[in-house]
Nanobody, 126 residues
Framework: QVEGVESGGGSVESGDSLRLSCAASGRPVSPYPMGWFRQAPGKDREFVAAISWSGSSTRYADSVKGRFIISRDNAKNTVYLQMNSLNREDTAVYYC???????????????????WGQGTQVTVSP
């Protein structure tokens, strides 16, 4: 069973930084793109960032571009999300996800991802 366990969430103040980690199990992460999504209370789950299997390509939501950085360490089977200059609008549960099949693309749509972690809460106070 493919699983991802997120960690690194917490409560911070506006302007602070956090680094989320997603440790995967069940299969190696290396041949598959990985993504981060988030869901705020009362809102749909939305795309945040994604990275190709090699790490050479990344994509970001406009709302986080220039502030968040996605990276991966295939040797550690882990994907990271460095979040800088956090603001109240970043408050959400953050989920890592991966796809079912190997691909060269970097998916950004929720339906393209099959396996999801349980999420980690990020709360940003003003």
């Amino acid at each position: 069973q493919v699983e991802g366990v997120e960690s690194g969430g917490g409560s911070v103040e506006s302007g602070d930084s956090l680094r989320l980690s997603c440790a995967a199990s069940g299969r190696p992460v290396s041949p598959y793109p990985m993504g981060w999504f988030r869901q705020a209370p009362g809102k749909d789950r939305e795309f945040v960032a994604a990275i190709s299997w090699s790490g050479s390509s990344t994509r970001y939501a406009d709302s986080v571009k220039g502030r968040f950085i996605i990276s991966r360490d295939n040797a550690k089977n882990t994907v990271y999300l460095q979040m800088n200059s956090l603001n109240r609008e970043d408050t959400a549960v953050y989920y890592c996800a991966t796809v079912r099949s190997m691909t060269q693309s970097v998916p950004i749509q929720r339906y393209e991802y099959t396996y999801w972690g349980q999420g980690t809460q990020v709360t940003v106070s003003p």
